[in-house]
């Protein structure tokens, strides 16, 4: 079993639309959880972070961890066409603590 | 937010040749950097972690007279992928790790943009 799954879609929705990106995982250790956007032939960049349970909003952007469920979601509200890429969730134990990365849901949004 | 830059962003080699890729964090001394590579559609997969002035650490099944790893400087990281062969084409990302970023728990890798490697 793979320490993160992730759906590697291809998801695509109208601009506008809410999109929602979620990875389970399997390792009750993990306390930090990224989420990465990658556009093609890019390295990765960071979009938000968030330690152990909850919500974090980011502008157009909210991350949720339900450790109970070991489960993360990314929402991205008013989709646009510049949110195209790929979207990559990762965690880790903590400082010192390898990333684990999951494959990756590709996302395109259609003007 | 902190800037890693990576050289050559593409490469073209011939099979059995040497290349060396470089990692440079460009405002921030990195005493740890890591080594990824991904496939196409597959997720980045550690190679390597890198400490500066020490050997670095290879993941399982990651030959490390393969992939010689140098970090020779708080700022810079190398990878040479000796004696390429066409299965390591692939593209290799490096992320180093900023120790003044982040909370006290939780430090922010950044990544490279990447060098595409083609072995022919």
């Known amino acids: 079993q793979k320490e993160v799954e992730q759906d590697p879609g291809p998801l695509s929705v109208p601009e506008g639309a809410i999109v929602s990106l979620n990875c389970t995982y399997s390792?009750?250790?993990?306390?930090?959880f990224m989420w990465y956007r990658q556009y093609s032939r890019k390295g990765p960049e960071l979009l938000m972070y968030?330690?152990?349970?909850g919500n974090k909003e980011d502008g157009r952007f909210t991350a949720q961890v339900d450790k109970s469920s070991k489960y993360i979601s990314l929402f991205i509200r008013d989709s646009q066409p510049s949110d195209s890429a790929t979207y990559l969730c990762a965690m880790s134990a903590g400082t010192g603590n390898q990333f684990y990365f999951g494959t990756g849901t590709s996302l395109t949004v259609i003007p | 937010g902190a800037v890693v830059s990576q050289h050559p962003s593409w490469v073209i080699c011939k099979s059995g040749t040497s290349v060396k890729i470089e990692c440079r964090s460009l405002?921030?001394?990195?005493?740890?950097m890591f080594w990824y590579r991904q496939f196409p559609k597959q997720s980045l997969m550690l190679m390597a972690t890198s400490n500066e002035g020490s050997k670095a650490t290879y993941e399982q099944g990651v030959e490390k007279d393969k992939f010689l790893i140098n970090h020779a400087s708080l700022t810079l990281s190398t990878l040479t992928v000796t004696s390429a062969h066409p299965e390591d084409s692939s593209f290799y990302i490096c992320s180093a790790r900023d120790p003044s970023g982040g909370d006290n728990t939780y430090n922010e890798q950044f990544f490279g943009p990447g060098t595409r490697l083609t072995v022919l």
């Open positions: 405002d921030f001394q990195a005493t740890t």
């Open positions: 968030t330690y152990s349970s």
């Open positions: 390792n009750s250790a993990f306390q930090y």
